[in-house]
């Protein structure tokens, strides 16, 4: 079983700033998967960015990227440059080897202001 | 190419009333889900399908029947609905044989159940 524990329900942040998204998870597999979503007011699911556990290096798309602390089972988002399209609630995703079964976290509601 | 649709988009219940909510996707994917948003959560998984004609369980399955004839096709049916299914639906896909696959979801299904 896996879960995952997201614990600001909300933050903000200013225009152009850096913010960070924290996440913790558990997994009793040694092979796995760590994806964030965003969720914009239109409710559409939207990938952001993903990272294989085999990897040891941190994933990076664009502004997004990630601190993956494998041993500590944490996986936090940087958002750098923000922006108002940034606003969202973002989901922080496990997978494990059962293809397909992602586990969700609880979420966290940014708030980008200009 | 649309990607995911459901229908509808917005559905009012009475409670023991039963209902379709219909998913399709023109990707060709193989991999078909069912997941409910509900307030304070993450999505949970409700039922999933790897191939046309094979389905099963996710975590919170009890009150709703899937079936897969196609692979287009993926509907989630309520037999009976409870004011405790009120929630928003989410329909995903992605293919399958990638290592990390990309989950491409639907825009969502708003249910109330009175």
């Known amino acids: 079983a896996q879960t995952v524990t997201q614990s600001q329900p909300e933050m903000s942040v200013q225009e152009a700033e850096t913010v960070t998204l924290s996440c913790t998870y558990d997994t009793s597999e040694n092979n796995y998967y760590l994806f964030w979503y965003k969720q914009p007011p239109s409710r559409q699911m939207i990938l952001v960015i993903r990272q294989e556990a085999y990897k040891q290096q941190n994933a990076t798309e664009n502004r997004f990227s990630v601190n993956f602390q494998k041993a500590a089972k944490s996986f936090s988002l940087k958002i750098s440059d923000s922006q108002l399209g940034d606003t969202a609630m973002y989901f922080c995703v496990t997978r494990g080897t059962s293809y397909g079964k992602l586990t969700f976290g609880q979420g966290t509601i940014l708030t980008v202001h200009p | 190419n649309a990607g995911v649709t459901q229908t509808p988009k917005f559905q009012v219940l009475k409670t023991g009333q039963s209902m379709t909510l219909q998913c399709a996707q023109d990707?060709?994917?193989?991999?078909m889900s069912w997941y409910r948003q509900d307030p304070g959560m993450g999505l949970r998984l409700i039922h999933y399908?790897?191939?046309?004609?094979?389905?099963d369980q996710g975590e919170v399955p009890n009150g709703y029947n899937v079936s897969r004839s196609t692979t287009e096709d993926f509907p989630l049916r309520l037999l009976s609905a409870a004011p405790s299914q009120t929630s928003v639906y989410f329909c995903a896909s992605s293919p399958m044989g990638a290592v990390v696959e990309t989950q491409y979801f639907g825009p969502g299904t708003r249910l109330l159940v009175l």
């Open positions: 990707m060709n994917h193989e991999y």
């Open positions: 399908s790897v191939g046309a004609g094979i389905t």
